[in-house]
Structure formats: structure tokens, C-alpha cells
């Protein structure tokens, strides 16, 4: 199991085109929280999903969802908007 699937899951039981989410409640649910490169680089938040991308991050967790993200790291917020499949 990826360690991004509780995020993805999360993601996909809100059912809801955007969810909003801070740094914290993303750390709470993944094991090991996330790691400090998602606080110190944007491009840690880049929307690949692409399967030879080494950003599964996005790839096993929100992409995997539907979801994109727009994450704001000085604020530790970021929403998660469903896209057209």
C-alpha cells in the first residue's frame, strides 16, 4: 500500500470539488507525516501523474483521487480541487 492511499481515500469519501486541508490534518493521516521537502519546496505540490514521475505524492495520492492541489506553504493550507476524468 502507498504510504499517500490514506490521502487518496480521504479524498475520494468526501465526494465533495474541493476540499481544504492544512499541513497538519495531511501529516495526521500519513504515515510518517509529510515530509519536510513538502514544506520547503512547492514543487513538492506539483500535479504529476504521470507513471514514471517520482512524485507519488500526487501520482498514489490526490492525482489518484481526482483531485489537484494547490498548496500555499505559508499558510500550511491546501485545496484539493476535483477534476474531469
Do not use: C
Not at 495526521?28 to 513538492?44: E, F, I, Q
Amino acid at each position: 500500500m502507498s504510504k499517500y492511499a490514506p490521502l487518496r481515500d480521504r479524498l475520494r469519501a468526501s465526494g465533495r470539488p474541493e476540499v481544504h486541508m492544512s499541513f497538519d490534518e495531511i501529516a495526521d493521516l500519513l504515515p510518517g507525516g509529510l515530509p519536510s521537502s513538502a514544506y520547503r519546496h512547492g514543487a513538492w505540490w506539483n500535479n504529476e501523474d504521470d507513471p514514471g514521475s517520482t512524485h507519488s505524492q500526487s501520482r498514489l495520492g490526490w492525482m489518484a483521487a481526482g483531485y489537484t492541489a494547490a498548496a500555499d506553504r505559508a499558510t500550511r493550507q491546501v485545496v484539493f480541487r476535483r477534476f474531469a476524468r
